[in-house]
């Protein structure tokens, strides 16, 4: 099954060229299934790349997705024009008193600033805390997942010495996990971030469990125990070419960024570089979808709340699809 989108989002156009199936709403509710509904708040400056990026590993699944993005109702994007917003997004204040099966909050290039100092930070701790009562399983991106362990486990970040940059190799730590189900020993997976998080201080909270860690990079992948958070902290999504982009945009703007790690052949930034993560991504998102959302969210949506009343939701599989 697809992930269902509207037809003239830009992204369609992009995703029918590189054979990614996709429905349209139209299409979708002829269907007799009721589709996972994933809310996306996307912090990214731009949108349309990003909602392509998370689309591609949203529609490569069996399952038929019905996707709502999200944007900041307190601060406005410079990087996107109001008509744009206005046609695709919704912001918090529309969608509070909706439940979702799933949340995924993308990354921002805010790292540097204190949380606090985010202009948007207030309204994000609300969506958090919301999310624990309306939404079944929330994946949180880089910046993102820094924000979530920060607001609920006190888990601060530390800034680099210089950009994290490239891609890393991961060693798999907890092979029996539905999350990493299939995976490889060794994974790659890209990073872009002036900031990191104590693998450490991840471990030490008992609700949490770390499934995939780097010796360059540090933490990578964790999870709660439930599954209802999990925290990416690199950029599976990314496009072949994203790194790269990264980089010309720093060189001209006279950064001196240092090469993106493991990215370029031979570290010359003239050469196509080649994707060692795509399968991965894939694999990571159909499992979330899957295990983490599909398998235990109600399929009647409106008992999200109630189940969550009645006591730990992990104890509601038999709700959900088997």
Avoid at 171 to 180: F, G, Q, R
Wanted: hydrophobic share 35%.
């Amino acid at each position: 099954m697809p992930v269902t989108i509207q037809d003239t989002l830009p992204a369609a156009e992009t995703l029918a060229q590189e054979n990614i199936f996709f429905m349209t709403k139209e299409r979708a509710v002829r269907q007799d299934i009721r589709p996972l509904q994933i809310a996306l708040l996307n912090l990214m400056p731009n949108k349309s790349t990003t909602e392509t990026q998370f689309l591609r590993l949203l529609g490569n699944t069996a399952l038929q997705v019905e996707v709502t993005f999200l944007c900041t109702g307190t601060y406005t994007p410079k990087h996107t024009d109001t008509s744009y917003l206005e046609t695709f997004y919704k912001t918090f204040e529309e969608v509070k008193d909706q439940q979702f099966d799933g949340l995924i909050v993308t990354g921002a290039p805010i790292e540097t600033l204190e949380f606090e100092e985010v202009t948007y930070w207030n309204e994000l701790v609300e969506i958090l805390n919301w999310a624990q009562e309306n939404v079944y399983s929330s994946l949180f991106v880089c910046w993102g997942a820094q924000a979530a362990l920060h607001h609920y486990y006190k888990i601060g970040k530390q800034k680099l010495e210089k950009k994290l940059s490239g891609v890393y190799s991961h060693t798999l730590l907890d092979p029996h996990h539905t999350l990493v189900r299939g995976f490889d020993d060794e994974f790659d997976a890209p990073h872009s971030r002036h900031t990191t998080v104590d693998l450490e201080a991840v471990k030490a909270i008992e609700e949490l469990i770390v499934l995939g860690e780097s010796p360059e990079a540090g933490l990578y992948l964790a999870s709660s125990k439930d599954d209802r958070k999990v925290f990416i902290t690199g950029h599976c999504e990314y496009d072949l070419y994203t790194l790269d982009a990264e980089y010309q945009r720093d060189r001209e703007a006279g950064m001196c960024p240092s090469l993106p790690y493991r990215y370029y052949p031979n570290d010359d930034s003239t050469k196509k570089p080649s994707s060692t993560w795509r399968s991965h991504a894939h694999l990571l998102f159909n499992n979330w979808l899957n295990y983490s959302v599909y398998q235990e969210t109600p399929y009647c949506i409106g008992e999200l709340t109630a189940s969550r009343e009645a006591g730990p939701w992990k104890d509601h599989r038999e709700t959900g699809r088997q």
